[in-house]
């Protein structure tokens, strides 16, 4: 079995993302793989253990830009970057990607024989804080001091105290996590 995190592979109807890989070996040279999957097409991940000699379907999703234009009544709309042809998503479709997508986000949509699949969001983005306390005397750049903010795309979170109101800040879209302020 070849496949590492980040791989796409079809199990009977499914169409799984391996999150997680473990190999584990056991007595008389028996090697099996413990794989945690997410199901793309109704998003639910579940653990799976396979023998190592298991043969699996991987395969290749389409990938393709698309620069998100806007969100109506929980409807997102994006414009592919080579034909301006435009789609509707839905947060459904999305999922926790809408917590970090302002216009003019390039994304690469990714389908499978025509199907939608998901958004792959690019690792970093930037947003706008929008609501946060002032900084007080004290709170130093260090980071031992955090506070709630509220950022442009309605995301809260916790970001050290230093961070003002108006400020940009880098979000790592894979953990949600603050990284730095822009510059």
Same mark, same amino acid.
């Given at each position: ?45 579940? &653990? ?9 379907? &991987? ?14 009544a ?17 947060? &459904? ?26 958004a792959?969001? $690019? ?10 306390? $002032? ?24 970001? $050290?105290?230093?961070?003002n ?19």
């Amino acid at each position: 079995m070849q496949c590492r995190v980040g791989t796409v592979v079809k199990i009977g109807g499914d169409i799984l993302l391996v999150l997680k890989f473990e190999l584990h070996r056991g007595g008389r040279g028996a090697t099996n793989i413990k794989l945690r999957l997410k199901n793309l097409l109704q998003g639910n991940s579940v &653990d799976k253990m396979f023998d190592s000699e298991e043969k699996m379907e &991987d395969i290749t999703l389409e990938r393709v830009k698309f620069e998100f234009l806007y969100e109506s009544a929980g409807s997102y709309a994006f414009m592919n970057q080579d034909t301006f042809e435009q789609i509707e998503l839905t947060v &459904d479709d999305i999922g926790d990607a809408v917590n970090y997508m302002t216009e003019g986000l390039i994304v690469d949509i990714q389908s499978y024989e025509g199907r939608f699949i998901g958004a792959m969001l $690019p690792q970093r983005v930037k947003l706008k804080v929008i609501e946060a306390d $002032p900084a007080v005397a004290g709170n130093t750049a260090d980071g031992k001091v955090d506070k709630l903010v509220k950022l442009e795309t309605g995301l809260e979170m916790r970001v $050290p105290g230093f961070v003002n109101n108006g400020e940009y800040l880098i979000i790592n879209t894979e953990t949600g996590e603050y990284q730095e302020r822009a510059k």
